[in-house]
């Protein structure tokens, strides 16, 4: 009898451990990207070159990465956020320094957040709700002035809040906390230059290696 209560017990861990480890997404989202200039002299090739027209992201519970395909003179860029550190490493194809940023480090001021009900959207078969989120950039040397952005999610594709209460940056843990979930359609304007439309493609929920989220080990590491 001894025996099957703790074979029991066994089958329960096991269960629990299981399906706890799947409460959150864990895979690989591709995005499609298109700009609308809002200024006379940025035209929309420019933004496409240096800002990318896709992107993939690389998710696991505790930490993300983005691989941009911007063809500017930098060639890619790959921005790893580190939730269990509290840094970001921002690395360019061409260039041999990794820039290490703590959260938190930027002069941005929160204007307005809200959930929103209505209207919902489509995506991949996925009706979804969205936050949007409004900021103002305080520092006098910024390229932009106010950035608003809606983003649409499917609790399909839930994170963990908790992980991501001191990731500040651009008050993502505000949208976070609202929607716990992955954002699969975007939209951000930067004012006064230019608007993005990001939407997701494809989604993979799959296994990522967690040394993908390392640092390239051949480049030097600056902090900011």
Not at 21 to 39: K, M, N, P, R
Not at 47 to 65: H, P, Q, V, W
Not at 72 to 81: D, F, Q, T
Not at 209 to 224: G, L, M, Q, S, T
């Amino acid at each position: 009898m001894k025996h099957i209560v703790k074979i029991s017990l066994l089958f329960i861990l096991f269960y629990s451990s299981n399906t706890h480890a799947q409460d959150y997404f864990e895979g690989v989202i591709h995005y499609s990207v298109s700009y609308e200039s809002l200024h006379p002299n940025i035209q929309k090739q420019v933004l496409e070159r240096n800002l990318g027209t896709s992107f993939t992201a690389y998710i696991l519970e505790d930490r993300y990465a983005t691989i941009y395909n911007t063809k500017g003179e930098n060639g890619w860029r790959k921005i790893i956020v580190r939730l269990d550190e509290g840094y970001t490493y921002t690395e360019l194809e061409k260039s041999d320094t990794i820039v290490k940023t703590k959260f938190g480090n930027s002069d941005e001021k929160l204007i307005d957040v809200k959930k929103n009900t209505k209207p919902t959207k489509e995506v991949l078969g996925e009706q979804c709700l969205s936050v949007t989120l409004t900021t103002e950039n305080t520092d006098p040397n910024a390229w932009y002035t106010l950035h608003s952005g809606t983003y649409y999610y499917s609790p399909k594709y839930k994170l963990n809040p908790k992980l991501y209460e001191d990731y500040v940056d651009g008050f993502w843990n505000e949208y976070v906390e609202r929607a716990k979930a992955v954002s699969i359609w975007n939209k951000n304007e930067f004012r006064p230059y230019f608007t993005s439309i990001s939407e997701a493609t494809s989604i993979e929920e799959k296994e990522v290696d967690k040394a993908f989220f390392n640092p390239n080990p051949d480049k030097v590491i600056k902090e900011e």
